[in-house]
C-alpha cells in the first residue's frame, strides 16, 4: 500500500496549457505539503495545508492553484504553463507541525513543459 | 528563519570506505534536524532525526548523525559504505512550533567499486 501517492508521474505538456497533479495520502496525516525540485534538486516548498487549511504559502506564482478537499487530498493545478515551470513536483505528509515531525513524501510527478 | 547548508555538492567513497556528509544548520534555539535520502526517480525517505537527548542518533540503513550545538553541525556517518548507498542525501531542520521544513542543496554521494 503505498503512502504518498501522486498522479501522474509523469507529464509533458506544451506552453500555455492547463495542467494538474494530484496526491492523496493514507497515512492519516493532518498536513500535506507541495515541493518543487529544480534541475539542481534543490527541494523548495510551495503550499502546506494542515486539516485543510492553507497554512504556508511561499512566493509562488498565482498561476499555481493548490486544492485540499480533504485531510487526505492535495492536488495542484497549474495554469498558463511556462518553461520555467518544469521540475519535479513533490507531495508530502505528516502529523502535525511540519517543522518538528518526518515527512512522507510521494515519488514525484516529473513535469516537462515543451 | 532557519537555514542549512551542505558544503559539499557531491562526495564519491569507495566501497567500503566510511562516510562522512557535512551538514550546517542556522536557527536560534534548538532545531528540529533530519537527514533524508532520494535514489533516483524516488522520493525523499527519512534516515534519521533528532529533536533531543542523545546528541548520536541512530538512523535505518547503517546510518548515523551527531548533533554538535557548539558548532551547529549535524553531520551524517556511515562506517562502511555500499553500492547501494549511491543516492542523493538531503539534510533539513525545522523549527519549534513551525509549520516549514528547510531543506539544503543536498550532497550527491556515488559508490566506485
Known amino acids: 500500500d503505498t503512502a504518498v501517492s501522486q498522479t501522474p508521474k509523469y507529464l509533458v505538456t506544451q506552453m500555455g496549457n492547463d495542467k494538474s497533479i494530484k496526491c492523496e495520502q493514507n497515512l492519516g496525516h493532518d498536513t500535506m505539503y507541495w515541493y518543487k525540485q529544480d534541475s539542481k534538486k534543490f527541494l523548495k516548498i510551495m503550499f502546506s495545508y494542515n486539516n485543510k487549511e492553507l497554512i504556508i504559502n511561499e512566493t509562488v506564482p498565482n498561476r499555481f492553484s493548490p486544492k485540499s478537499p480533504d485531510k487526505a487530498h492535495l492536488n495542484l493545478h497549474i495554469n498558463s504553463l511556462e518553461l520555467g515551470d518544469s521540475a519535479v513536483y513533490f507531495c508530502?505528509?505528516?502529523?502535525?507541525?511540519?517543522?518538528?515531525?518526518?515527512?512522507?513524501f510521494g515519488q514525484g510527478t516529473r513535469l516537462t513543459v515543451v | 528563519a532557519q537555514s542549512v547548508t551542505q558544503p559539499d555538492i557531491h562526495i564519491t567513497v569507495s566501497e567500503g570506505a566510511s562516510l562522512e556528509l557535512r551538514c550546517n544548520y542556522s536557527y536560534g534555539a534548538t532545531p528540529y534536524l533530519f537527514w533524508y535520502v532520494q535514489s533516483p526517480g524516488q522520493g525523499l525517505q527519512l534516515l534519521l532525526k533528532?529533536?533531543?537527548?542523545?546528541?548520536l542518533v541512530q538512523g535505518i540503513k547503517g546510518f548515523e548523525a551527531e548533533f554538535k550545538r557548539s558548532q551547529s553541525s549535524f553531520n551524517l556517518r556511515k562506517p562502511s559504505v555500499h553500492w547501494s548507498d549511491a543516492a542523493e542525501y538531503f539534510c533539513a531542520v525545522g523549527a519549534t512550533g513551525g509549520f516549514k521544513t528547510i531543506f539544503g542543496a543536498g550532497t550527491r554521494l556515488f559508490v566506485k567499486a
Open positions: 508530502a505528509s505528516s502529523q502535525g507541525r511540519g517543522g518538528q515531525t518526518e515527512a512522507f
Open positions: 533528532y529533536f533531543s537527548g542523545d546528541t
